[in-house]
């Protein structure tokens, strides 16, 4: 009966460890865990090794061992000569953090769709033309930059990253975005400055959580009514565009403390304004508006900061 519950002890131990090195450490237990600078001090530990931060370490590609890392969950790869990623990379399936940005990559294998757990991908300031199909099928997804590249199109796609809360697709090539882009409910933070788009999609304005929405330096001539649908925006910067009309429904922007228009085409604001009670500073830098327009536009905000450059 004795070596019965030794054994039965020894398979519920063996069983609980084995359970254990399957789950995921959280966040708040990462933080204690032990930053390794160097694939060779990795190796001493491999089971050990949670984070490996190899930021600017001159790589010029990965080690094949650094699968050996089976319990790795954050890989800093930034700011290093690397052109390709070898398959090892993508067998490291506990990865939630994954930062590649500031290399010379082209392209991603499809292998990065056995990556189930990852949540933050960085893949910005690298030479991306196109993008796997097999990424836009990582639904754990909470924020994914691809900024810096030279993306021409977005595929339809993006909107199975459902659970994406902050997308950054600054500085590419950019001119069309997809209606698909409706998906993301969760999204809080968009970044599409820099880029070529002439419109939106209608569908933006289902994005009800978004807070954030960067679309400075782009080529909009006009705002699309569901734009003012984004109620909870608190940052809102259309800043260098050739829009010459601010449509009266911006009024219902009541939560924006911030509105950038600076160096667009607008020769008037419409009262309205007046009803975006959170707005503390507008931007209108190097718009054809005249003084006397200015001077009853300050009258009609006058505790909300007005920056203006007469022409």
């Known amino acids: 009966m004795g070596k019965k519950l030794i054994l039965l002890l020894i398979l519920y131990l063996s069983f609980h460890c084995l359970a254990r090195c399957q789950e995921l450490l959280s966040d708040k237990e990462l933080e204690g865990q032990k930053k390794y600078k160097s694939i060779a001090e990795a190796m001493q530990e491999p089971s050990k090794v949670y984070i490996l931060d190899l930021y600017n370490a001159h790589l010029k590609e990965i080690p094949l061992n650094i699968s050996n890392f089976i319990n790795l969950q954050q890989l800093f790869l930034g700011s290093n000569k690397l052109k390709t990623l070898p398959s090892a990379v993508f067998s490291l399936n506990k990865l939630q953090l994954l930062h590649l940005k500031e290399n010379h990559i082209k392209e991603i294998s499809s292998e990065i769709g056995n990556l189930t757990n990852l949540q933050n991908l960085d893949i910005s300031s690298n030479k991306f033309q196109n993008l796997p199909h097999a990424l836009f099928s990582i639904t754990t997804l ?6 810096n590249n030279s993306l021409k199109v977005i595929s339809p796609e993006i909107g199975n990253l459902i659970n994406l809360k902050k997308l950054v697709l600054k500085n590419n090539e950019i001119s069309v975005i997809p209606p698909e882009i409706s998906k993301l409910i969760h999204i ?3 970044e599409l400055n820099n880029n070529q788009i002439k419109e939106l999609p209608p569908e933006i304005g289902n994005l009800k959580n978004l807070k954030e929405l960067n679309l400075e330096n782009n080529k909009l001539t006009s ?7 984004l109620t909870n925006l608190t940052l809102l910067n259309l800043n260098d565009n050739q829009i010459d009309v601010l449509p009266p429904e911006i009024c219902q922007l009541k939560n924006l ?3 950038s228009l600076a160096r667009n085409k607008l020769t008037s604001i419409p009262p309205e304004i007046k009803k975006m009670s959170a707005l503390k500073e507008l931007d209108l830098t190097d718009n054809p508006i005249s003084k006397a327009d200015i001077a009853k536009l300050k009258k009609l905000i006058p505790k909300c900061k007005i920056i203006f450059s007469l022409q």
């Open 142 to 147: 909470i924020k994914l930059d691809i900024g």
């Open 188 to 190: 809080e933070k968009l």
């Open 223 to 229: 705002l699309i009514p569901e734009l003012f649908n």
């Open 257 to 259: 403390p911030k509105l």
